[in-house]
Structures are given as structure tokens and as C-alpha cells.
């Protein structure tokens, strides 16, 4: 009688490790950014910095504003998704970390593209604090992936995003929406960055 016993009490040891070792999270989940939630048309406070998302636009061809007003045109491989945003620190001077991330749904997720030059993610510029900063994150991907929209924000004062400020921005567009948008997608402006801007737009 013995025996089964031990084995049965063996087998539950093994089943209990496995189970606190799935329970022990990964280092890379231990010093992962630190999210905090919003929606679009809110000022979304991430302990650190604040994002406000303004209207989301679709387009197969953008045009990059300069300050002047002038610019080139780019067309998408696919559709551009052009989200303008406002960022302000609210403690310490950082910059907006790479990669900028746009969730899509069916397990996608887009880095913002660096082949455009007037975007906040490509120029990075500096977020110090109460001075609010206003341009456009930018993505290039394929239609039929957009299915939903969420955007990742990271804000850190260095290269080390351990622990850093993130912002996951819900853009509250429906599948249906986001169809719709995508069939009218035409031509639309990135504008430059712009220091002191309280407004996405």
C-alpha cells in the first residue's frame, strides 16, 4: 500500500512545481514597462507623462507638412494610419522610446515607420515638463489587418525603458468603423512637430 501512496504523493509534488514555476513570471515581465490605460479624446495620465490621441485618420497617400506648409507625398504599401497625439512630461525630461506600437487584432502589433520624417517617433524630441509637445505617430500595414486599434506609448529618460511610463491608448474604433474609414482612405497631412500645443489635432 506504500507504493501507490508514494507515487500518487510524488505526482502531486511534480503537478505542484509546475504549477508555481508557471506561476513565476519571466525577467523580461518583471522590469516590463509600466502600463496605464485610456481611450482617445481623453488626457491619458501614464505617472509620468500624459497622451492625448486626437482624431485617427486613414489614408493611402500622406503628405509631410514642414513649418512652412510645404512637404512630399509618400504612398502606403497598403494603408497609412496616422494618429495625432499631444505628450507632455509631468516630472522628469524624457523622450519617446522606440518602437511605438499599434495593436491591430489576430495578434498583430505595427511598429510606427522611421521612413517618414516629421513624425514624433522619428524626430523623438525632447518631453520636459508642463510643455506640452503635439505631432502625429504614423503606421504603414496591410487593410485587412485592421481590425481593431490600440496604441503603445513608452516614455523613458534613457535608453533603459526598464520599469518606464507606458501609455495603451484604446483608439475606440470598431471593426466597422475602421472598415469604413479604410475604404475612404484618400490623402491626408502628417504635420511637424510642435512645441507648446495643448491640442492634438
Known amino acids: 500500500m506504500r507504493r501507490p501512496t508514494t507515487v500518487a504523493v510524488s505526482l502531486l509534488l511534480l503537478a505542484l512545481v509546475a504549477a508555481a514555476h ?3 513570471p519571466a525577467p523580461e515581465d518583471v522590469t516590463a514597462p509600466i502600463a496605464h490605460a485610456g481611450e482617445a479624446g ?4 501614464a505617472r509620468g507623462f500624459t497622451i492625448e490621441v486626437g482624431e485617427v485618420r486613414i489614408a493611402r497617400t500622406v503628405v509631410e507638412e514642414d513649418l512652412f506648409g510645404e ?3 509618400e504612398t502606403a504599401n497598403g494603408v497609412w494610419v496616422v494618429v495625432p497625439a499631444v505628450l507632455t512630461s509631468t516630472s522628469t525630461s524624457s523622450r519617446v522610446a522606440s518602437p511605438v506600437l499599434l ?3 489576430g495578434g498583430y502589433t505595427h511598429s510606427a515607420v522611421t521612413r517618414l520624417s516629421s ?8 518631453l520636459d515638463p508642463g510643455i506640452a509637445v503635439r505631432g502625429a505617430f504614423v503606421f504603414e500595414l496591410p487593410p485587412e489587418r485592421l481590425t481593431r486599434a490600440v496604441l503603445r506609448v513608452t516614455v523613458s529618460e534613457g535608453l533603459d525603458t526598464r520599469l518606464a511610463a507606458e ?3 484604446d483608439l475606440g474604433l470598431s471593426p466597422a468603423e475602421l472598415r469604413r474609414l479604410t475604404a475612404d482612405a484618400a490623402e491626408t497631412t502628417v504635420p511637424p512637430v510642435e512645441y507648446g500645443h495643448p491640442d492634438p489635432r
Open 42 to 45: 481623453e488626457v491619458v495620465d
Open 22 to 24: 508557471e506561476l513565476v
Open 103 to 105: 495593436e491591430t487584432g
Open 119 to 126: 513624425t514624433l517617433n522619428s524626430q523623438s524630441p525632447q
Open 71 to 73: 512637404g512630399s507625398r
Open 167 to 169: 501609455a495603451v491608448v
